[in-house]
């Protein structure tokens, strides 16, 4: 993977906490850093992925583990996806 250097402007007491600690940590950083456009539907989950140079589901993981959720339904709209679900009839399927 290429890596380029940009410059960004920060308050000077974040300085301690964006600088680069290890390969984790850079990763979180660039995660967050790629984490509003995939909340704006800009780019996906798997291309944010793609662009940090990890699997999708890692991706998401890394994002649950920051409190950040995949699914963006309320659970109003979980229930009524799955009584829709249910309606289909379709058999032998568990929800």
């Known amino acids: 993977m290429l890596y ?4 960004i402007h920060i308050p000077e007491a974040m300085k301690p906490y964006v600088t680069e600690k290890n390969a984790e940590d850079e990763l979180q950083r660039n995660a967050l850093l790629l984490y509003p456009y995939v909340l704006q539907k800009k780019i996906s989950n798997g291309r944010a992925a793609e662009i940090l ?3 999708k589901l890692d ?4 994002y649950g583990k920051m409190g950040f959720c995949y ?11 799955l009584e829709t679900f249910k309606s289909l009839g379709l058999s032998g399927v568990t929800v």
């Open 71 to 81: 699914f963006d339904q309320t659970m109003d709209e979980l229930d009524k996806d």
């Open 53 to 55: 140079g990890i699997s």
């Open 4 to 7: 380029t250097t940009i410059e």
């Open 59 to 62: 991706l998401i993981d890394l």
